[in-house]
């Protein structure tokens, strides 16, 4: 019997708007908060994208498996709950302990790949165990969040055009964290179908390989990868690496400043703040926060953490001054 999918639909999240200034200079700054969708992060939309990809397809499906750092499994446990398909999710000692147990929670068998890849990382490691799993089972069915075009798919059709929606404006930078790529490609597509002015900056962890160049150890999750993105290169738009300690500095500032918590979108937040101190790029930025602090309750807002990382506070005069805040009506009818 074909598996149909259920569950709540991901989208129509808020946006946030701060008007902020730095050195004379003032700029919109707008908080796409993908915390707000069902199962709290901005992979409630890829995970109901590579499910619907699955399901039309009408594939022989017992079990779905897949990698993850933590929210996609949540995602995909929720929404494999819905519908009455058995899950895996491929998970390593980076994942957060409490996304593992919301994964649990949702009947999801868990298996944690504990020895490192050749890149000292752990997805490649993740990923051949899912290969060697699909090689021997029946009926088992890899979604591929790497490969799969319903990741950008998601973006192009639901998160791109949303943000077209609620911010009223021409010229727009755009700040996207990158892990598969799927969000760049997602919305570096839809700026070219529909011809926008905008200009999409990636933006990666120093050390990740996701849009090329050498590995390094890395300290964030839900950024950055130890492979090539399959889906973007660091020629597809601009392009920006930061370190860790920008990362969550950005993510303090927003917490005291804007009064919301945001989780790895620090690094994108911080690539965004540079590029205004740089004094470049169009009067209007957007960045995308995958989701909430919550979820990083035990890293980046852990004292603990921090300390075992080095990191240390930035001067508050490294970040712009805020005269303004509110957020953005999200029931706007989508163009």
């Not at 259920?6 to 003032?26: D, E, F, I, K, Q």
Request: with cysteine; proline share 6%; hydrophobic share 40%.
């Amino acid at each position: 019997m074909p598996v149909e999918l259920y569950g709540p639909v991901p989208g129509r999240t808020p946006v946030l708007h701060a008007v902020v200034s730095h050195r004379g200079r003032t700029t919109n700054l707008w908080l796409k908060l993908e915390q707000e969708n069902p199962f709290g992060s901005i992979k409630d939309r890829v995970a109901y994208s590579l499910l619907s990809s699955i399901f039309k397809a009408d594939l022989p499906c017992a079990r779905i498996i897949e990698s993850t750092s933590g929210n996609l499994g949540v995602a995909l446990a929720r929404y494999a709950q819905i519908c009455g398909v058995a899950f895996t999710a491929v998970v390593d000692p980076r994942t957060s302990r409490k996304l593992v147990r919301q994964m649990r929670c949702a009947d999801a068998e868990i298996v944690e790949v504990t020895e490192p890849d050749e890149t000292g990382g752990y997805l490649l490691a993740r990923l051949a165990y899912i290969r060697d799993r699909l090689a021997v089972e029946d009926r088992l069915v890899w979604p591929n969040q790497y490969e799969n075009p319903a990741n950008p798919q998601a973006h192009f059709a639901g998160t791109a055009p949303e943000i077209f929606s609620a911010v009223p404006v021409g010229e727009l930078d755009v700040f996207l964290g990158v892990s598969t790529g799927g969000t760049v490609r997602g919305f570096t597509d839809y700026v070219r179908h529909k011809g926008l002015p905008w200009r999409c900056v990636a933006v990666d962890e120093l050390g990740s390989t996701a849009l090329g160049g050498l590995s390094a150890p890395r300290s964030l999750n839900g950024i950055g990868a130890s492979r090539n993105s399959s889906f973007v290169t660091g020629q597809d738009c601009p392009s920006m690496r930061v370190t860790a300690a920008e990362a969550v500095a950005a993510c303090d500032w927003v917490a005291d400043e804007l009064g919301v918590r945001v989780g790895s979108s620090g690094a994108a937040v911080a690539g965004a703040l540079r590029w205004l101190r740089d004094g470049l790029g169009a009067r209007d930025m957007a960045v995308v926060c995958p989701d909430g602090g919550d979820r990083y309750e035990d890293t980046i807002y852990s004292p603990v953490w921090r300390r075992a990382k080095s990191l240390t506070a930035q001067s508050n005069a490294e970040f712009p001054k805020v005269h303004s805040v509110q957020f953005v009506d999200n029931s706007l009818v989508l163009v």
